[in-house]
């Protein structure tokens, strides 16, 4: 199975700032990765695919890149409502697999 | 509008069996990769089931051998019937299209292994 990695498992930032997540896989992926959010007590959302492409809806300042093995998602200008969990999820190879998730706290 | 609604969920005993059911509307679920993702409490996500193409399934080994998805496309339906239940089974599962072109979600039914 393919494991994904994120880094940090955790962190704290400030109004206004911009916070990059990374991603890695144990085995090439080409761009099939996908970054999810979910809030406290809700369901998971999808944000992007093909790791750069924006899904319908989603706010520009959500950007993804990456290819192969090493992928990142960077948030601009984070706001209180992007207090969340953000997960990879590769979906090139079954069986499907998710990173641990990286949680975005707000100072 | 898309939605995806689960059905089915509730607290089974380890050994007994429960069938989710997935409608969706907005789209059509013939033909997509249509998914089973699990979250036990206070855990992350976990991909247990994939149904594609012409009705080709994939499982995670965890559920291998117990879980068996189905796709109804007249229906526009998924349905998961989850058998020989273990107490790890206990999780919120939702229902996901695939994340290319789409993407969605469902709201998540709770199931619950206990005696």
């Known amino acids: 199975d393919i494991q994904m990695t994120q880094s940090p498992s955790s962190l704290s930032a400030s109004v206004g700032d911009r916070v990059t997540i990374t991603c890695r896989a144990s085995?090439?992926?080409?761009?099939?990765l996908a970054w999810i959010q979910q809030k406290p007590g809700k369901a998971p959302k999808s944000l992007i695919y093909?790791?750069?492409s924006l899904q319908s809806g989603v706010p520009l300042k959500f950007t993804g890149s990456g290819s192969g093995t090493d992928f990142s998602l960077t948030i601009n200008n984070l706001q209180p409502e992007d207090s969340a969990t953000y997960y990879c999820?590769?979906?090139?190879?079954?069986?499907?697999?998710f990173g641990q998730g990286t949680k975005v706290e707000i100072k | 509008e898309v939605q995806l609604v689960e059905s089915g969920g509730g607290l089974i005993q380890p050994g007994g069996s429960l069938r989710l059911s997935c409608v969706a509307s907005?789209?059509?679920?013939?033909?997509?990769?249509m998914s089973w993702v699990r979250q036990a409490p206070g855990k992350g996500l976990e991909w247990v089931s994939c149904?594609?193409?012409?009705?080709?399934?994939f499982h995670a080994d965890s559920v291998k051998g117990r879980f068996t998805l189905s796709r109804d496309n007249s229906k526009n339906t998924l349905s998961l019937q989850m058998d020989t239940l273990r107490a790890e089974d206990t999780a919120v599962y939702y229902c996901?299209?695939?994340?290319?072109?789409?993407?969605?979600w469902g709201q998540g039914i709770l199931v619950t292994v206990s005696s």
């Open positions: 999820q590769q979906y090139n190879t079954f069986p499907w697999t």
């Open positions: 093909d790791a750069s």
């Open positions: 907005g789209f059509s679920v013939n033909n997509k990769y």
């Open positions: 085995q090439v992926i080409r761009t099939h």
């Open positions: 996901v299209d695939q994340p290319w072109n789409g993407g969605y």
């Open positions: 149904v594609y193409g012409g009705g080709s399934t």
